[in-house]
T-cell receptor, first 113, second 111 residues
Framework: SQTIHQWPATLVQPVGSPLSLECTVE??????LYWYRQAAGRGLQLLFY??????ISSEVPQNLSASRPQDRQFILSSKKLLLSDSGFYLC????????????FGPGTRLTVL | GEDVEQSLFLSVREGDSSVINCTYT??????LYWYKQEPGAGLQLLTY?????DMKQDQRLTVLLNKKDKHLSLRIADTQTGDSAIYFC???????????FGKGTRLSVIA
């Protein structure tokens, strides 16, 4: 069966520090991968999605970036965190792009102080 | 741009029915989804409906789809305290683009 992991579960970082969040999927090949941010009262905001290694689509211009160094690994990064980067970050995968059902990871709670 | 609308809050008494409403924008959406998010957790797929259906029932859950009005609803019968969560609807926009989610409805169940 397929599983999705996110690391770390919680993170407290000072403003201006770098960020690296990791998402890995097991039990499937060539998944479509997604990063979302959930801020209080703002629902789910799609940040990036990837249909294959090295293929990243950015939905929202900001100080975050994403990379997909391996088929089942998706990394969310920042060189300098802002207060507004605080939130709950969710990774998801799907078999199909577009209409496909998405499966979500447990999330990473990021607090920027 | 696309915007899936949901009311933000709903409060019901234990044992009553809950109805969560959603208005979507893309009439060509093939599937419409309902996800549930419990506190501090990721989203889990609750149910979905194919666009050529009007209704789908799954135990305590009933999904109604009105394509003409682009309106989707989720009814939870005999609501329990364990149903307290945020419920997201999502549509499948045309083209090969990801699901579009609403902002979520926070359901509070009062014992």
């Amino acid at each position: 069966s397929q599983t999705i992991h996110q690391w770390p579960a919680t993170l407290v970082q000072p403003v201006g520090s770098p960020l690296s969040l990791e998402c890995t999927v097991e039990g499937t090949s060539n998944p479509n991968l997604y990063w979302y941010r959930q801020a209080a009262g703002r629902g789910l905001q799609l940040l990036f999605y990837s249909v294959g290694i090295g293929q990243i689509s950015s939905e929202v211009p900001q100080n975050l970036s994403a990379s997909r160094p391996q088929d089942r690994q998706f990394i969310l990064s920042s060189k300098k965190l802002l207060l507004s980067d605080s939130g709950f970050y969710l990774c998801a995968w799907s078999v199909l792009a577009g209409a496909g059902e998405q499966f979500f990871g447990p999330g990473t709670r990021l607090t920027v102080l | 741009g696309e915007d899936v609308e949901q009311s933000l809050f709903l409060s019901v008494r234990e044992g009553d029915s809950s109805v969560i409403n959603c208005t979507y924008t893309d009439s060509s959406s093939t599937y419409l989804y309902w996800y549930k998010q419990e506190p501090g957790a990721g989203l889990q797929l609750l149910t979905y409906i194919f666009s050529n259906m009007d209704m789908k029932q799954d135990q305590r859950l009933t999904v109604l789809l009105n394509k003409k009005d682009k309106h989707l609803s989720l009814r939870i019968a005999d609501t329990q305290t364990g149903d307290s969560a945020i419920y997201f609807c999502a549509e499948t926009p045309s083209g090969n683009t990801p699901l579009v989610f609403g902002k979520g409805t926070r359901l509070s169940v009062i014992a």
